[in-house]
């Protein structure tokens, strides 16, 4: 079992910046795919982007450009970045992490999940 913990959601304004951060433990961390996902109210949630352990980045549309996904394996810690915030960036956002050797990027492809956290782009 790995259990994740999000944190560093909150209230921003459009154009503004967060860091998110998602901390794991119970398994050893670095063999893991790292993702990001978020769900805005009433939408399903969507894939945001990934890290795999060798450090490759695949970001969806919705991020690109926008956020970086990185990875802390000492820390096992995964981070996103997210700069240029729009309002329609809201959305609870949650770090998953997937034991598919591969190029995850759907929730079914993902194992474990953490609780996720709020972010709310406004004025």
């Known amino acids: 079992q790995v259990q994740l913990v999000e944190s560093g959601g909150g209230l921003v304004q459009p154009g503004g910046s967060l860091r998110l951060s998602c901390a794991a433990s119970?398994?050893?961390?670095?063999?893991?795919?790292m993702g990001w996902f978020r769900q805005a109210p009433g939408k399903a949630r969507e894939f945001v982007a990934r890290i795999r352990p060798n450090g490759s980045i695949y970001y969806k549309d919705n991020g690109k450009g926008r956020f970086t996904i990185s990875r802390d394996n000492a820390k096992s810690t995964v981070f996103l970045q997210m700069n240029s915030l729009r309002p329609e960036d809201t959305a609870v956002y949650y770090c998953?992490?997937?034991?598919?050797?591969?190029?995850?990027?759907?929730?079914?492809?993902?194992?474990?999940w953490g609780q996720g956290t709020q972010v709310t782009v406004s004025t």
């Open positions: 119970g398994r050893t961390f670095s063999p893991y795919v």
């Open positions: 998953a992490a997937s034991e598919t050797y591969g190029f995850p990027s759907s929730e079914t492809d993902f194992d474990f």
